[in-house]
T-cell receptor, first 111, second 114 residues
Framework: AQRVTQPEKLLSVFKGAPVELKCNYSYSGSPELFWYVQYSRQRLQLLLRHISRESIKGFTADLNKGETSFHLKKPFAQEEDSAMYYCALKAGGTSYGKLTFGQGTILTVHP | DTAVSQTPKYLVTQMGNDKSIKCEQNLGHDTMYWYKQDSKKFLKIMFSYNNKELIINETVPNRFSPKSPDKAHLNLHINSLELGDSAVYFC?????????????FGNGTRLTVT
């Protein structure tokens, strides 16, 4: 069975500081990893996904299969980055597209 | 406006009542999901339908009954509501069940059972 762990429930940084939201997963196959973000009073939305290897809003995430991690990073945090961030894993085969979420990390960026 | 839309946004009801939450997507997706977000913000899948057929049922009490009249709709009916059912329920959709296909979420329905 797949599992996603986000060890930090709360993360606070100051504006301009680097930020890293940790995500570790367990799955024996080759999963697809995603980061979703939920801003205050908004819907849960896709931030980025491993397969795209892109940078969205200055965020990047690298899949480290050796450490089974998919940490989300941004070199200079902005106040508008304050939100709830979920790491999620999608397995193939009989998972039928199911996303397994981590517990979420609330990021607060102080001015 | 292409999106996943849920109604109602808020639902307050008493224990023992029966209620429904509706979900519609106009993204042309063929797979739809219901997720539950509990008080600790933990998101967990409840059901998934692919082309109107149930493909995921994650040990949800049988008081919860999803219904998919067509590929664009997935409604959730809850019988005999209990206090523990209070949560935010999210509908989502995706194009197929392939591993690379991201989910698109609705705004959520906040259910409060008193």
């Amino acid at each position: 069975a797949q599992r996603v762990t986000q060890p930090e429930k709360l993360l606070s940084v100051f504006k301009g500081a680097p930020v890293e939201l940790k995500c570790n997963y367990s799955y024996s196959g080759s999963p697809e990893l995603f980061w979703y973000v939920q801003y205050s009073r908004q819907r849960l939305q896709l931030l980025l996904r491993h397969i795209s290897r892109e940078s969205i809003k200055g965020f990047t995430a690298d899949l480290n299969k050796g450490e089974t991690s998919f940490h989300l990073k941004k070199p200079f945090a902005q106040e508008e980055d304050s939100a709830m961030y979920y790491c999620a894993l999608k397995a193939g085969g009989t998972s039928y597209g199911k996303l397994t979420f981590g517990q979420g990390t609330i990021l607060t960026v102080h001015p | 406006d292409t999106a996943v839309s849920q109604t109602p946004k808020y639902l307050v009801t008493q224990m023992g009542n029966d209620k429904s939450i509706k979900c519609e997507q106009n993204l042309g997706h063929d797979t739809m999901y219901w997720y539950k977000q509990d008080s600790k913000k933990f998101l967990k899948i409840m059901f998934s339908y692919n082309n109107k057929e149930l493909i995921i049922n994650e040990t949800v009490p049988n008081r919860f009954s999803p219904k998919s009249p067509d590929k664009a709709h997935l409604n959730l009916h809850i019988n005999s509501l209990e206090l523990g059912d209070s949560a935010v329920y999210f509908c989502a959709s995706s194009k197929g069940t392939l591993v690379y296909s991201p989910l698109h979420f609705g705004n959520g329905t906040r259910l409060t059972v008193t």
